[in-house]
């Protein structure tokens, strides 16, 4: 069975900092990953995706996140945080059936 | 136009009441979700439509019945539903579903439902 996990409920930040948020993934076959940010009381919004090719993926926003099959790790990282950065953040991996599994979600606060 | 507009943005009903939910997308999008969502936790798929026809039904209660009347279109229908169902609820859409495990889903900014 597929799943994700993201370890840390919540990661702080100082604004200015390099920010990174962990994402490990469990799949057969291929995986396709994504992340997602959500800000209170919003929908989520796609920051970026891995589902084939360079391991560093860039995405909205200044996103980034690095694929490392051998760890099974998919984290997303910023070289430089914003306090409006502040979110929930979601990994997700999509199944062949296009459904995602999403992990439990990590709070990342920025702080000035 | 790359939005998914949902309405209404708030909804409070009674558990003996009928309402509806609407998602609409105009991005050419073949694939539409229903999730439920309680506070800081990830969605919960309930319901799936591909190409307007229904390919995925999480086991969700019958209180729930969804409808996808054009491929822009999708609907929730409620009824006498339970407080527990109190959430907010998201629509999203993507260019595949079975096809398309590579695309990404574009989410609207969701109803905040309460059940009294």
């Known amino acids: 069975a597929q799943s994700v996990a993201q370890p840390e409920d919540q990661v702080n930040v100082a604004e200015g900092n390099p920010l990174t948020v962990k994402c490990t993934y469990s799949v057969s076959g291929n995986p396709y990953l994504f992340w997602y940010v959500q800000y209170p009381n919003r929908g989520l919004q796609f920051l970026l995706k891995y589902i084939t090719g360079d391991n560093l993926v860039k995405g909205s926003y200044g996103f980034e996140a690095e694929f490392n099959k051998s760890q099974t790790s998919f984290h997303l990282k910023k070289p430089s945080a914003l306090v409006s950065d502040s979110a929930l953040y979601f990994c997700?991996?999509?199944?062949?059936?296009?459904?995602?599994?999403f992990g439990q979600g990590t709070t990342l606060q920025v702080k000035p | 136009d790359t939005e998914v507009t949902q309405t209404p943005k708030h909804l409070v009903m009674g558990m003996t009441n009928k309402k509806s939910l609407k998602c609409e997308q105009h991005m050419g999008h073949r694939a539409m979700y229903w999730y439920k969502q309680k506070a800081k936790k990830p969605p919960e798929l309930m319901f799936v439509?591909?190409?307007?026809?229904?390919?995925i039904n999480e086991s969700v209660p019958s209180r729930f019945s969804p409808e996808c009347p054009n491929s822009s279109l999708l609907n929730l229908h409620l009824h006498a539903l339970q407080p527990e169902d109190s959430a907010l609820y998201l629509c999203?859409?993507?260019?595949?579903?079975?096809?398309?495990?590579?695309?990404?889903?574009?989410f609207g900014p969701g109803t905040r439902l309460t059940v009294t």
């Open positions: 439509y591909s190409y307007e026809k229904l390919s």
């Open positions: 999203a859409s993507s260019q595949g579903a079975t096809s398309g495990p590579s695309y990404e889903q574009f």
């Open positions: 997700a991996v999509s199944s062949n059936t296009g459904k995602l599994i």
